[in-house]
């Protein structure tokens, strides 16, 4: 089984310096595309491939890039951005690869730039992740001391500067137009698209925001084509490997490459070492907090972005929050809400207002002084803060969760009115 | 449940007890460090103001929060205003306008830590420490805040003194890590 | 022109608007809070929702938010879509679920946009049972009232005062359901424009602190349309009265003079007229002061106006009526204007400019649709502050215009432009003598004497027609001269800016060139003068000659009586001069609202209504006269227009006992007869007998209440309505009931739409011109033809002096202008009297700020503390000109420091 991404990622060794990583082919991807391939060869070599984001959205790589106006005539200086923010809550497939291996990082980076011709290029890290800034910041300079980065790359004529941002604490900051402002010294607050960033982005430049994940599967695509990346797939509908995460009261909790499209059954049973002594898997969030309910059974559910998709839910981050029987949902998800309403940026009103509310209707069941219309303004939340409501995909994203724990555990929504408690304490 | 009364102040700026510093000359107040730092940042960004956040960083870097005098100076030297600076400081998470203890405690709250019981943990804190969230100990060592997801969900519940990360924390290590930092 | 369909009806809209500014274009309800005409959109508060559909055949449709989507070709929404009104509805529960209700205490209550929509979504049972989250206020200064708990999160607020209007100390603070907006910290907002939160803001949030004084809902105000009395600028106004007070001014929209916002001394300087020191009685000062009612006081005057030589003198802060009816009764040759020779000499040059009808006037809105402005030595934040706003209007359009060249962007997502114009600026020079905020905008920036910028001018005019007389000028200067010329010579739609601010008639002639020049290159060329006073430049096309010329008429005529038209001389002219003058007078009849040094001379005293009890007629800096009308009938039958008292004096003086009322227009017509150039200024206005249906027109709304109870203390009877015989208006709420014509507007309401928000009812199209808008009649007639002639006569360029300085006048927004000064918020924001100089000039006397100086001029000696300003040019001193007790100084003289205190 192919891991081409976390292939030399060993947990508790340091990462490979530059050296090491040049050794086992590290910047050969990069090398090659400079000689040998025009931006956009690369741009179709990476369409071609199926690469789809793995920020959440899953919209394919190289059309997303496609979208960037080119030739001499496009704006300058163009950006090229890698989304390191990581906040969702249940997330921590970004951290493997940015501990594990930033030059893997570094190197997909200024593939992405050379395909759309940036001239710029941040890191947007999330302040928490302190080793990966110390990493990144080391790796950065090694690239530039090889070369690799300024002035006239490799002697290409092409050129591209580097800089890592850690941001201050806001999980908007993850969204890519939110991002832009806090890259620009501003308050993160979503922008609208249209124009979306391709065309006006940072500094009202052409940028592409582009996932940790996402970045790193670029050399290998390089290296190995279009075909190979499909072909790890492994039969699912999507291409290449993805990393996949569990969390929860798992013997195993932890973060594996895998090929697109494992069962979640083998997620959980096999890679997490199933649910703990005595705890019954009661349902999961696939992909992140964001994400709708699946329950047991689901578990035959391929992770990959069409079936998950099929199953009711989203593949997200593939990185899944397993809820086992002795936890409360209507706790579980408002904690979720409290979260997604403190992280509300307070731009747009059903998202500033409503998510607030719904945290304080999840509290006073959880409290036991619920009401069965409680249960029913929560209802009527998820239909109005749903996609093209509100600003930005925060709300709908909260919405998810909420809506199907009450179409999978009403019961438990009922049980808190009926008995006036939360019967989990 | 109790009302908030939300004061721009307590929101954002704090019991600062520094009088309030107009015509503050930002060369008295910086640092040579501090404005190295920030000068850095400039030559990167377009405009000044474009690194704001980078300037309050390095600010809270050296003092550990962003005093109305702070504010100020940063606000002088990027020629912006002092609403403007507070517009943007207030809107972060992690930019503390309100003083902090010598540590800064953060448990995570989120939905993994939440499953695997962080409960536990800011109870045992709230004990050790006799703070609550928001709180600063008395002799200034610690404040206790709580903090969304650390990316570390596969070793819950996770907390972050400072720099550094414990993850899987027990109620029993506590004192053990707490120890380290008094 | 674009096709859509909105519930399935088909309509013709402009294209390249959105769907918001369709719908309410076509007269369609639809809620918004965040989206404002002046502001654009930015999609925030959610409340405009539609449905949107594919084809005709699509059932299902999208929710859109109707401010961010483009109008295209054959698109087809609905307005009345179920889900699209249920989630309308919702948006108003989220904001309710926090608003505290407390319509009946709230100063917005009645006018307020909250309510208005909440009614129009027709929300009206609360769901949400939590405890309201609350905030603490903030003081924000004598003007603003602060209430933070109304706020509704639409950041207008920020939007008008950071953004539109370049203000520093108002934002956004925090994040989620806390956003806060206000200041850092408790204080005085900065901005001279705070006033419009009041009417930006949809709900309670920042109110009128004037208003509060004497608060009264607008259901419950007298208004009338007004036009603002404290510059040139002749922004419109709607003035409130209630009890006889007059209780608030807000914006009155047009198209062509200030849109929607008015500067904080318009607004909020009225309360001169509620004043303790209004003469409300006519006295007559013999041995002692005796108040008199208008037979005696006729009866008086007879004597004083027969067998004596008559001279007036007239006023730039009267209407024309008053001034015309002044030189009608005294005879045109013993007519004066009653400012200084200086003034006039400046001023009478500005209006043969004009007149000749080369360059055409530039109104706020042609300076804000300018692709490069040039101000050449005027002062404008401070003396025509609403031009100052149209001006960084103007830089920001064309920057945005620049920007959004080839790309797909429409012009009202502003948001989107504002990303992509970064911090890019449209072409704008200031050229003054001192700093002021315009500077931060401009390109180029120059500060320098009056000569220097006169030479600059003629510089600049030089380098766009190589024909005029070449200017020697230092490299400080002639590098500025190059690039300001260049950027005018791109330029399609320039505009200059100067004025009389600095009596100094070279700017004049200089910044005409500059404008006679880009005629070669531009499509459009526009110019504007700042004038000192709301009608100056009425009184200037009057053509009379200065005060000192009635000085010295009054020293070779011993039997005169003088005729005072509202106006403090000691503010005009240095106290020696006018001294001189009513100890020449053998009687003096002075004419006025207010107590002043002025009326202490009178041997007779007339109370002149103010603006707000009068009639009149005023012409702004670019010759447009403009109508204010009487607000209410004061409660003493005493106070009354001049020029209905100067009317009064004509069979008195002439000895005919004909008693005959006259009416504005026919005033107006007698002084078209008088002076030629007036020609065309009876169209001002309709007239008096004007109706609609055969209606006339009410000033009061009609749930106008306690009509007949107001004055139930004092008698139990209902007093017969006052009658006006001078307007088309009413003063009670009987009368046409439907939208009258845009000069005769006294308020904006429409069903529905109790906030000034109605105003888009009132537009062609949302932020456009009014319906059948008739915005004053301009004076000046733009010749298609007519050459220019270039004057070219350079000044010598400005020499310092050693240990002298220039007197120059420093204006300050707040202070400088007469009437607005007895507004306490106005007086209380206005600066103590000092003296600004250069660094350059402080440090070899080791001076810093607040050092007093003792300085001469001419004989008269002044202790002042010094102000230190970096932008002032090296010999040039700046004192505030006409604060309230400070003397009037002689002006471009020269001064003298005698001593120094540190
Ligand atoms: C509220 C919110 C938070 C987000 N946070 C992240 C994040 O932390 N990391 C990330 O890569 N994408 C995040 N996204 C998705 C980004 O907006 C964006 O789609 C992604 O970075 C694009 O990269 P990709 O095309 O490589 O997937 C977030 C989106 C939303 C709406
Ligand atoms: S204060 Fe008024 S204008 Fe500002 S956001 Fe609140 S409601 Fe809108
Ligand atoms: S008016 Fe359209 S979203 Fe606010």
């Given at each position: 089984m192919?891991?081409p ?9 340091p990462?490979?310096?530059i050296?090491e ?5 590290g910047?050969?991807?990069?090398q090659?595309?400079?000689k ?11 369409q071609?491939?199926g690469?789809k984001?793995?920020?959440?959205a899953?919209?394919?790589?190289g059309?997303k ?10 704006p300058?200086p163009?950006?090229l ?13 970004d ?5 594990g291996?930033p ?8 593939l ?7 001239d ?5 890290l ?9 990493l990144?910041r ?15 790359i490799?002697g ?14 806001r999980?908007?900051?993850g969204?890519?137009?939110a ?5 620009e010294?501003?308050?993160?607050t ?10 006006s982005?940072?500094?009202?430049k ?27 797939g492994?039969?699912?509908?999507d291409s290449?490997t993805?990393?996949?995460g569990?969390?929860?009261k ?20 096999e ?6 002594n005595g ?6 969030l ?12 689901h578990l ?5 972005f ?6 009711g839910?989203r ?11 002795a ?31 719904v ?5 006073s ?5 619920g ?16 996609p ?35 019967p989990?304490? | 449940?109790?009302?908030q ?26 640092t ?15 405009y000044k103001?474009?690194?704001v956040?980078?300037?309050l ?6 003092r ?8 100020n100076?940063?606000?002088a030297?990027l ?19 309100k ?5 800064v ?50 070793h ?11 993850k899987?924390v027990t109620?029993?290590m506590?004192?053990r ?6 | ?17 959105n ?10 309800d ?29 059932t299902?449709?999208r929710?859109?938010?109707?401010c ?13 879509d179920?889900?699209a009104k ?5 948006v ?7 608003h505290?209700h ?30 309201k ?10 003007f603003?009232?602060h209430e933070?708990?109304?706020c ?5 607020c920020v ?41 930006v ?6 109110t009128?602190?004037?208003?509060r004084?004497?608060y ?14 404290h510059?040139?600028?002749g ?14 001014i807000?914006?009155?929209?047009n ?5 929607y916002f ?17 003469i ?9 002061v ?23 003198i ?9 001034n ?7 005879g ?11 003034a ?18 530039a ?24 031009m ?5 209007q ?15 962007i ?10 992509l ?15 002021s905020p ?13 000569e220097d ?12 027609n ?7 000028l ?6 500025p ?13 320039p505009v ?19 404008a ?30 200065g005060?000192e ?10 039997n005169v009586?003088?005729?005072?038209l509202?106006?403090?001389l ?18 003096c009849?002075v004419?006025?609202?207010?107590h ?8 007779v005293?007339i ?7 009068a009639?009149?007629?005023?012409v ?28 009064k ?5 002439t ?19 008088l ?6 200024i ?8 004007f109706r ?8 009061a709304?009609h ?14 009877s ?9 307007s ?14 845009s ?8 069903p ?6 109605a105003?888009n009812?009132?537009?062609?199209e949302?932020?456009?011109?009014l ?5 004053g009649?301009l ?8 050459t220019?002639?270039?004057f070219?006569?350079i000044?010598?360029?400005f020499?310092?002096?050693h240990?002298k ?5 420093q204006?300050?927004?707040f202070?400088s ?31 810093v ?7 001469k001029i ?5 202790e002042?503390?010094?102000?230190i300003?970096a ?19 002689a ?12």
């Open positions: 192919e891991r991404l976390t292939q030399y990622i060993h947990p508790g060794c990462p490979f310096d050296r990583y040049e050794m086992t082919g910047y050969s991807a990069l090659k595309v400079l040998s391939m025009t931006p956009q060869e690369v741009q179709k070599l990476v071609d491939s690469l984001g793995r920020g959440g899953g919209f394919n790589t059309m890039w496609s979208f960037v106006p080119m030739g001499d005539s496009a300058h163009k950006y951005i890698a989304n390191a923010d990581e906040m969702e809550p249940g997330t921590f497939k951290r493997l690869l940015l501990e291996n030059h893997q990082l570094i190197e997909g980076m200024i992405a730039a050379y395909a759309i011709q940036a710029v290029s941040y890191i947007f999330r302040w928490a992740y302190k080793k990966a800034a110390q990144l080391k790796s950065i300079h090694e690239a530039y001391a090889a070369g690799l980065l300024g002035k006239n490799l290409s004529g092409f050129s591209l500067e580097m800089h890592l941002h850690t941001g201050v604490g999980y908007m900051c969204e890519e137009t991002l832009l402002n806090a890259l010294g501003k308050r993160a979503p922008r609208a698209k249209p124009p979306f960033p391709q065309i982005g940072l500094y009202g052409p940028t592409i925001v582009n996932n940790v994940e996402t970045l790193c599967n670029l050399p290998h695509i390089v290296n190995n084509g279009a075909e190979w990346f499909k072909s790890l492994n039969g699912s509908a290449g993805k990393l996949y569990v969390s929860g798992v013997n195993n909790p932890g973060c594996w490459e895998l090929p697109m499209g494992v069962t979640v059954r083998e997620l959980i049973e890679h997490a070492g199933g649910m703990k705890y019954q898997l009661k349902g999961f696939p992909g992140g907090a964001s994400t709708d309910f699946l329950t047991a059974e035959d559910v391929k992770m990959d069409a079936s998950v998709t099929a199953a839910s593949l997200g981050t593939g990185t899944m929050v397993v809820m086992d029987d936890t409360c949902p209507v706790g579980f998800v408002h904690n979720l809400q409290h979260f997604f309403a403190q992280e509300s940026c307070g731009w747009c009103t059903p998202c500033r207002e409503g998510l607030p509310w945290e304080k209707l999840l509290l069941l959880e409290q036991g002084s009401t069965t219309e409680d249960v029913e303004l929560l209802q009527m939340h998820t239909q109005w803060l749903g093209g409501n509100t600003f930005c995909a925060l709300a709908p994203g909260a919405m998810e969760p909420l809506q199907s724990a009450l179409k999978y555990f009403r019961e438990d929504f009922e049980k808190h009115v009926a008995l006036r408690r939360c989990y304490q | 449940m109790i009302t009364k939300i004061n721009k102040d307590n929101i954002t700026t704090s019991g600062d007890t520094a009088h309030y510093t107009e015509g503050l000359q930002e060369e008295q107040y910086l040579d460090l501090e404005r190295q730092a920030i000068d850095h940042e400039v030559a990167l960004v377009p103001s474009a690194a956040i980078e300037a960083k390095i600010v809270q870097h050296h550990r929060w962003i005093s109305d005098d702070s504010l100076a940063i606000a030297y020629q912006m205003s002092p609403a403007e600076v507070d517009s943007v400081a207030t809107f972060y998470n992690l930019i503390f306008r003083p902090v203890g010598r540590h405690i953060l448990v995570c709250d989120s939905i993994s830590c939440y499953v695997m019981k962080y409960g536990d943990i800011y109870k045992a804190l709230q004990e050790k420490l006799h703070i609550k969230f928001g709180e600063t100990t008395s002799d200034q060592c610690y404040t206790l805040l709580p903090n969304c997801c650390l990316g570390c969900c596969d819950a519940p996770a907390m972050m003194i400072d720099n550094d990360l414990y899987d109620v029993d506590l004192d890590i707490l120890q380290k930092y008094s | 022109m674009s096709t859509i369909y909105i519930d399935n009806k088909q309509y013709e809209v402009k294209a390249g608007k769907l918001l500014e369709a719908c309410l274009g076509l007269g369609i639809l809620p918004y809070f965040c989206w404002h005409p002046a502001l654009g959109s930015v999609g925030a508060c959610r409340q405009c929702a539609v449905k949107v559909f594919k084809d005709e055949n699509d299902h449709g929710l859109v938010m109707s961010m989507e483009s109008i295209r070709d054959g698109l087809h929404l609905s307005v009345s179920k889900t249920a989630f309308r509805s919702q108003i529960e989220w904001l309710m679920t926090n505290p407390d319509c009946p205490v709230c100063d917005e209550g009645g006018s307020c946009h909250l309510q208005d929509m909440t009614v129009m979504t027709g929300h009206d049972y609360r769901r949400y049972h939590y405890k989250r609350t905030y603490t206020n903030q003081y924000l200064g004598p603003i009232h933070m708990n109304r509704i999160q639409c950041y207008r939007r008008y005062y950071h953004e539109y209007a370049g203000g520093k100390d108002l934002n956004v603070f925090a994040a989620h359901n806390h956003v806060y907006f206000g200041r850092e910290r408790d204080g005085i907002l900065e901005s001279p424009f705070s006033g419009n939160l009041v009417e803001c949809p709900t309670g949030v920042f009128d602190k004037t208003l004084e004497h009264t809902r607008k259901w419950d105000l007298t208004t009338a349309p007004s036009v603002c009395n510059c040139s600028v922004c419109n106004t709607i003035a409130g009265e209630r009890y006889g007070q007059l209780r608030c807000t914006n009155r929209y198209s062509q003079v200030n849109g008015l500067c904080d001394r318009g607004r909020f300087g009225y309360e001169f007229v509620n004043s303790a020191n209004r409300t009685q006519p006295l007559i000062r013999n041995r002692t005796e108040a008199v009612d208008e037979a005696v006081l006729m009866d008086h005057l007879r004597a004083l106006l027969t067998n004596h030589t008559l001279i007036g007239g006023s730039p802060r009267a209407s024309m009526e008053s015309i009816a002044l030189m009608q009764l005294v045109k040759e013993n007519f004066y204007q009653g400012i200084s020779d200086n006039v000499f400046v001023e009478k040059r500005i209006v043969e400019v004009m007149q000749s009808g080369v360059i055409k006037t109104s706020l809105h042609d300076i804000q649709q300018s692709d490069a402005i040039v101000i050449l030595g005027e002062d404008l934040w401070n003396t025509a502050p609403v100052a706003l149209a001006v960084r103007g830089v920001m359009k064309t920057a945005a215009h620049q920007a959004l060249q080839n790309r797909a429409a012009e009202w997502h502003d948001a989107a432009v504002k990303e114009v970064q911090q890019e600026k449209g072409f704008l020079a200031n050229c003054t003598v001192s700093s315009l500077d931060e905008i401009s390109s180029s920036v120059m500060h320098k004497a009056p910028l006169a030479r600059l001018g003629f510089a600049i005019a030089q380098r766009l190589m024909v005029l007389p070449v200017v020697q230092n490299d400080d200067m002639s590098t001269a190059a690039v300001i010329a260049a950027a005018l010579q791109k330029a399609k739609r200059i800016i100067s004025g009389a601010g600095y009596y100094n008639e070279a700017l004049i002639r200089a910044a005409f060139d500059i006679a020049a880009c005629k070669a290159t531009a499509e459009e060329v526009h110019l504007a003068y700042v004038m000192p006073e709301c009608n100056s430049m009425g009184l200037a096309m009057m053509q009379a000659s005060f010329n009635a000085v010295l008429r009054t020293s070779r005529v011993n009586t003088a005729i005072v509202e106006n403090d000691y503010r005009n002219v240095p106290a020696q001069i006018a001294d001189v003058f009513f100890n020449n007078c053998q009687h009849i004419l006025d609202s207010l002043n040094a002025t009326t202490q001379h009178a041997d005293l109370p002149a209504a103010s603006f707000a009890e009639d009149g007629t005023l702004n800096y670019e010759g447009r006269a403009q109508r204010f009308y009487q607000v209410f009938v004061p409660a003493n039958k005493n106070m009354q227009e001049s020029w209905k008292w100067l009317m004096m004509q069979p008195v003086q000895g005919s006992a004909v008693e005959r009322s006259y009416h504005p227009e026919e005033v107006l017509a007698m002084g078209e007869q002076l030629p150039r007036l020609s065309g009876t169209a001002v206005a309709p007239p008096r007998n609609v249906n055969g209606q006339p027109l009410p000033r709304p749930r106008y209440s306690g009509r007949t109870a107001m004055l139930s203390n004092l008698t139990v209902e007093p017969k309505p006052k009658q006006d015989y001078d088309p208006f009413t003063f009670t709420m009987e009368g046409y009931s439907g939208m009258p014509p000069p005769l507007i006294p308020f904006f309401w429409s529905g739409w109790n906030s000034n928000q105003v009812k009132y537009q062609e949302p932020g456009g011109s319906k059948n808008e008739h915005a009649k004076l000046f007639e733009y010749k298609q033809d007519a220019p002639v270039y070219k006569d000044p010598e360029a020499m310092v002096r240990e300085w220039l007197l120059l006048p204006y300050e927004v202070g202008e007469e009437l607005s000064a007895y507004s306490k918020g106005i007086s209380e924001l206005s600066p103590s009297p000092y003296a600004a100089l250069s660094q350059l000039d402080a440090d070899p006397l080791s001076l700020n607040g050092s007093l100086i003792t300085v001419f004989e008269q000696v002044y002042l503390p010094v102000r300003n932008a002032i040019p090296k010999g040039v001193m700046l004192m505030p000109a006409g604060l309230a007790g400070m003397p009037v100084m002006w471009n003289s020269w001064v003298q420091i005698i001593s120094i205190r540190l």
